[in-house]
């Protein structure tokens, strides 16, 4: 079947406002973009590595034109912090970016017990990383 029986409105403005919203970003190309056109929602992963100064730049970027930020970070199971914003996006979307980094990386400047879940402001993530790097100048 070549024709779909419902137009696909929906998807197409939000493959339009994900497409601009990627263009206008001054990031790599992400990891992974989701669409979800029911609730007008976009998900994106960059592609930053495991580097944590790297990824939390990577975040802070992605995440810069959103309005009405709300962010997240846990110390998972597995051993990492993973940490998602949201906020809303062109054309009223809801948009959410994530990563993480292994959390040894962040344990000197974070006390979070595996399972522990916290807000993070983007200010936050910003000293965690100049944290983050000065440690990595004085260890060199």
């Known amino acids: ?5 419902v137009p696909l409105t929906g998807v197409a403005k939000l493959a339009a ?4 919203l990627v263009r206008e970003t001054p990031a790599p190309e992400p990891a ?3 669409l979800t056109p029911g609730t007008s929602s976009i998900s994106i992963q960059p592609d930053a590595g495991t580097d944590p100064v790297t990824v939390i730049g990577s975040l802070l970027v992605w995440t810069h034109s959103l309005t009405g930020l709300h962010g997240d970070w846990w110390h998972t199971s597995s051993g990492q912090l993973h940490m998602t914003f949201r906020g809303r996006g062109p054309s009223r979307s809801q948009v959410c970016v994530y990563d993480a ?5 962040a344990r000197k400047h974070l006390a979070l017990r595996k399972g522990d879940h916290e807000t993070v402001t983007p200010d936050e993530l910003y000293l965690l990383a ?7 100048e004085n260890d060199q």
Do not use: H
């Open 101 to 105: 980094f292994p959390y040894s990386l």
């Open 1 to 5: 079947m070549t024709t779909a029986l």
């Open 17 to 20: 406002i994900a497409t601009r």
């Open 32 to 34: 992974s973009v989701c």
């Open 130 to 136: 100049l944290e983050i790097a000065k440690q990595k």
